[in-house]
Nanobody, 125 residues
């Protein structure tokens, strides 16, 4: 069983900061990449930031210079530090991970993509 648990969302004023965390647990054999997407009301889900196991990162243009993604490979946890938040950053933020897993017989399957349930971020005065 694989589970992704996000935390750190909330209400913040424009210009403020939040730090999101996502811990992945379960029978992972390896995790290739972890990342964050977001979905605002009436809009499609979009990539926010992505980090591979070697540390290579990728950001949406709209968050470059304001958001920083990082990960702790030992804890299978990914973080998103969000600074200089804007009202347009308001959305549900979803953690995702791409990895291979072990079944009950020790066989490796995947890679598969897993998603968390999301955490609400609201930027408003």
């Amino acid at each position: 069983q694989v589970q992704l648990v996000e935390s750190g969302g909330g209400l913040v004023q424009p210009g403020g900061s939040l730090r999101l965390s996502c811990a992945a647990s379960g029978s992972f054999f390896s995790i290739n990449a972890m990342g964050w997407h977001r979905q605002a009301p009436g809009k499609q889900r979009e990539l926010v930031a992505h980090i591979r196991s070697g540390g290579t990162t990728n950001y949406a243009d709209s968050v470059k210079g304001r958001f920083t993604i990082s990960r702790d490979n030992g804890k299978n946890t990914v973080y998103l530090q969000m600074n200089s938040l804007k009202p347009e950053d308001t959305a549900v933020y979803y953690c995702n991970t791409e990895g291979s897993t072990l079944d009950g017989l020790g066989r490796v399957g995947g890679p598969y993509v897993y998603w968390g349930l999301g955490t609400q971020v609201t930027v408003s005065s």
